[in-house]
């Protein structure tokens, strides 16, 4: 695979040949709460003064309890809510502040996304739907990049299919390509294997790992899976909208004990604040609840 001629920065194209910076994602003390807060008690504390810096070219998947902050954490740090504090940024460059076309422009250029229902249109063809994020911000399309990416991901001869004539893990190739064609900074995997046989997610996840290797991109994946987990190079924990905790090169056991630690420590009746500390050098210590999730956007929007 060639290595695109330039990498995109904050102001502007980077010379080929200069490192990227060391932090692809960086969120600092990010606070999202949910409700109208006050006497009636109905507020949610969703996200609670997260501070989390993820390396570039890394593979991270994001898990914990039900209501711990998956996918309020990935919906902010993608872009997709704002958070009510805190601040977020991508390759360096600040996404929390301007206008909402602003922020769609941002995330069009920065950020890709792999949803678990794969979110394709249903009228266009696998290479249609694969540069549909090309033509929505506007950009040149390059259909030899984009048929070397589909040939990459075992869809090659499937230019001319619909949707509809894929199974479910050719669908998330697909996604997959349509995430790399526009060459992100860092890509969101919600649930991507939620919908999938076994063999289809193990598939997935491999070229999930490859967007990394071979790629290049900074992939952050949110999963209730341990199998799913034990393909990224860390773990970050999430419980009552805090971190809790990291694991580096995480092992399906590993992560299936720490899932359940979380889960008894939240079920305790007298329980007291989870501990922090991470479990190995890869962790940041700070701190994460789920709330209700934002509603869906089309892509690209």
Do not use: W
Request: proline letters at 8%; a neutral charge.
């Amino acid at each position: 695979m060639t290595t695109p001629a330039t990498h995109r920065t904050a102001t502007g194209p980077r010379p080929a040949g200069t490192p990227h910076p060391a932090e692809a994602l960086r969120l600092v003390k990010v606070s999202k709460v949910y409700g109208g807060g006050g006497a009636d008690g109905n507020a949610v504390t969703a996200l609670d003064g997260v501070t989390l810096s993820l390396p570039a070219g890394s593979f991270t998947a994001v898990m914990g309890p039900s209501g711990s902050g998956k996918s309020t954490l990935l919906q902010c740090a993608a872009g997709l809510e704002r958070p009510d504090h805190g601040l977020v940024m991508v390759d360096g460059a600040e996404m929390t502040g301007g206008t909402e076309a602003e922020l769609t422009k941002f995330r069009r250029r920065r950020i890709g996304f792999v949803f678990q229902e794969y979110n394709l249109m249903p009228t266009l063809t696998v290479e249609e739907n694969t540069t549909l994020p090309l033509k929505l911000a506007g950009r040149r399309v390059n259909r030899a990049r984009a048929r070397e990416i589909l040939a990459q991901v075992g869809l090659g001869d499937r230019l001319r299919h619909l949707p509809e004539q894929l199974s479910g893990g050719q669908r998330q190739r697909v996604a997959i390509a349509r995430a790399l064609v526009a060459e992100p900074n860092v890509i969101f995997a919600d649930e991507p294997t939620g919908a999938l046989d076994m063999r289809s997610a193990r598939e997935v996840l491999g070229l999930l790992q490859q967007m990394v290797r071979a790629f290049g991109r900074t992939v952050v994946m949110v999963t209730h899976d341990p199998v799913a987990a034990s393909y990224a190079d860390a773990v970050q924990f999430l419980a009552d909208g805090r971190l809790a905790g990291a694991l580096a090169s995480p092992s399906v056991d590993a992560v299936a004990e720490r899932l359940a630690h979380l889960g008894d420590a939240l079920e305790a009746p007298d329980r007291r604040p989870l501990d922090p500390r991470p479990t190995s050098p890869a962790a940041t210590a700070p701190d994460t609840t789920d709330a209700p999730a934002a509603p869906a956007r089309p892509f690209g929007a």
